[in-house]
């Protein structure tokens, strides 16, 4: 969560109602699910590390809102996370493509090419050592389980890919 707030924060400086319905709207339904306080909690996280600086904005009428912006390390921070490829969930990959096309951090397209290429790397991997295990094998198993989950999402990524293509 604190990866995908600080890339929304590259675009500009927001409070935290616009960063909720940002992330509500990226993830859609998955997003209504989201805890409203845990935008909060992390601008505050984010505050306390020194990844963003928060001021004070006044407004007519209503109570003063705080407005959070990246600082320098907030800002190396997210340029990490962009390359980095470890593969959670794919709703983090998915919010990872969203923020960086929002903030235009990254082109899409590029974040999922070199995450398919890192999981085609991981299936090479498997696919030997599935060759070294005795069919019938409980390791047999647990790897066959590891291919078909790495297959499904490369699978997805093709997805993710064609809809980033037809969307720039």
Not at 3 to 31: C, F, I, N, T, W
Not at 59 to 77: F, I, N, S, W
Not at 90 to 111: M, Y
Request: glycine content about 8%; hydrophobic content about 45%; proline content about 4%.
């Amino acid at each position: 969560m604190q990866d995908v707030v600080l890339a929304l924060l590259a675009k500009e400086p927001s409070h935290g109602y616009e960063l909720r319905a940002r992330l509500q709207e990226a993830l859609g339904p998955v997003g209504d699910a989201l805890n409203a306080g845990q935008v909060y909690v992390t601008l505050t996280r984010l505050e306390k590390a020194g990844l963003v600086t928060a001021e004070h904005v006044g407004q007519t009428h209503r109570p003063d809102r705080k407005v959070y912006a990246l600082t320098a390390e907030g800002r190396d921070r997210v340029d990490a996370w962009l390359r980095d490829l470890t593969w959670g969930k794919p709703s983090e990959f998915h919010l990872k493509l969203v923020a960086a096309a929002a903030a235009r951090l990254a082109d899409p397209v590029d974040l999922v090419e070199a995450q398919r290429g890192e999981l085609l790397r991981r299936l090479a991997e498997v696919q030997r050592a599935a060759l070294n295990e005795p069919d019938g094998s409980a390791a047999a198993l647990l790897i066959e389980g590891v291919t078909l989950r790495l297959e499904a999402d490369l699978r997805w990524l093709d997805a993710c890919a064609r809809y980033w293509e037809r969307k720039g």
